[in-house]
């Protein structure tokens, strides 16, 4: 990888994790050397079948490369990354996060601050848990996974899970493509009437909802994150108001359960701010705006 101080240009290269298959990632090098010796390097980590270029995550990126240097991930099974993602795989993208740090640590970066957005809000979480990481920043996790929105899957989806264990929930591709499989199967019309291949001409992935991956994800209990070593670790939760797909209730829920932590100088290791008018996608300048000024505030 080129270093901050020969090339401002950011950087493709890939990880290899320790289950055999590769992580991709883009470096941006922060554009402030006294910047990136204050506040290190962050990694930005995004939600449920996007990827590491994701508006919203190269939003992120843009806005806060005069700050820090920034790594962005694509997990397992998503973008340009190996393996095969899975609905309950929090864990598994946590120990992605993992492989991404040391490398990173290895050839000499200093990791201080991990975000995750939806999804990856609770990955990042996870993260923290198992690893001592400085900074952690939850843009819209949820708190409570034992339960889903009543309409993401549909009643003939519902029906193959319960009958079979298991459907396609979507194709995807590398870079967002997506076709929706309503009756859980790449039906004949979806055939016919769809190019299922990706940009580069591969066959579409398909994304298969399995009886025992909904198990795991309701498995997890977010209250784990009271475990979080508080001499080691501050936490900010995000959370929009105006949230439809991963309720603002969440936000109150991951500040009820880290409230009452704090380090040895008396001080609480968690901050929530409620983004009024804010969406779960924070696709509008205003939004991401509010978003980075956020962190910003936080960080310094």
């Not at 990136?36 to 806060?64: F, M, Q, R, V």
């Not at 029906?159 to 967002?176: A, D, R, S, V």
Request: glycine share 8%; hydrophobic share 30%; charged share 25%.
């Amino acid at each position: 990888m080129t270093s901050t101080s020969e090339k401002l240009e950011k950087t493709y290269f890939k990880v290899r994790s320790r289950n055999g298959f590769d992580i991709s990632c883009v470096y941006h090098p922060c554009t402030s050397q006294e910047n990136e010796i204050k506040n290190g390097t962050i990694i930005l980590c995004h939600g449920l079948l996007s990827g590491k270029e994701h508006p919203l995550i190269s939003g992120i990126a843009e806005g806060l490369k005069n700050y820090f240097s920034v790594c962005q991930l694509d997990f397992r099974g998503n973008g340009n990354s190996g393996g095969d993602t899975a609905y309950g795989n929090y864990y598994d993208e946590a120990e992605d996060v993992r492989d991404v740090v040391v490398h990173l640590e290895t050839i000499g970066k200093n990791v201080t601050t991990i975000l995750g957005h939806s999804k990856a809000g609770s990955v990042v979480l996870l993260y923290a848990v198992k690893y001592n990481i400085p900074q952690v920043i939850n843009v819209s996790g949820r708190f409570d996974l034992s339960t889903m929105p009543s309409n993401r899957f549909t009643p003939a989806q519902n029906k193959l899970l319960k009958e079979n264990g298991e459907f396609i929930w979507m194709l995807y591709g590398k870079h967002g493509k997506k076709i929706q499989t309503p009756d859980g199967i790449i039906s004949e019309e979806i055939k016919n009437n769809n190019d299922l291949l990706d940009n580069d001409g591969e066959a579409l992935r398909e994304y298969v909802v399995r009886q025992i991956d909904i198990e795991r994800r309701y498995a997890i209990d977010m209250n784990v994150i009271k475990q979080i070593n508080p001499e080691n670790t501050r936490i900010l939760t995000i959370h929009g108001d105006a949230d439809t797909i991963v309720p603002v209730e969440n936000g109150y829920l991951h500040d009820k359960t880290l409230s009452e932590i704090k380090n040895k100088e008396g001080q609480a290791i968690h901050t929530l701010q409620i983004l009024p008018g804010v969406s779960h996608g924070y696709r509008s300048k205003e939004e991401q705006e509010k978003l980075l000024s956020t962190v910003l505030n936080w960080i310094n």
